[in-house]
């Protein structure tokens, strides 16, 4: 087994910084705003979607910190695909504002009608109007606008 580097390409280049800019401001505003809206235990929340709510919130800093590597995992991952997809749909940098407002939308309802429901949680609703709007509107600004502006700046 020989060890061959392997070339990367400008595009994934040029990708890493928007992933790393749109990953890093979505996932701190995001988690400032849980630790508003849910106290400094939002972490172990996040954790509980993993190993369980008791396990969870009985583990202490280590369930914590897992908490929070899951958030920003989530963060990088929703800016990663946003990045990748705009390879093929160019006007996602040029329209950075309308497509990141509908983009965070996306990603809080994939995260509350996909991912929550599959978790260790199970949460599937009944959802309350005013929470699903507070959710839907803070998504656009704190997750899908950061996201996209960091394409539209450093995508280039």
Do not use: E
Request: charged share 10%; glycine share 12%.
């Amino acid at each position: 087994m020989s060890a061959t580097a392997h070339p990367v390409s400008r595009s994934q280049v040029t990708l890493l910084r928007p992933i790393l800019a749109g990953g890093l401001i979505a996932g701190t505003l995001d988690k400032i705003w849980g630790f508003i809206s849910f106290g400094l235990k939002s972490a172990q929340g996040i954790a509980a979607g993993l190993v369980g709510r008791s396990t969870a919130f009985q583990g202490g800093a280590a369930t914590w910190i897992l908490g929070m590597l899951l958030h920003f995992l989530i963060a990088f991952s929703a800016a990663a695909i946003y990045c990748l997809a705009s390879r093929k749909l160019k006007f996602l940098a040029d329209h950075w504002l309308v497509c990141g407002l509908f983009y965070g939308m996306a990603v809080f309802l994939v995260m509350n009608l996909v991912v929550l429901p599959l978790s260790a949680l199970h949460l599937a609703g009944p959802y309350q109007l005013r929470g699903l709007l507070q959710g839907i509107l803070g998504h656009m600004v704190i997750v899908g606008l950061p996201i996209s502006f960091s394409l539209h700046k450093y995508g280039k």
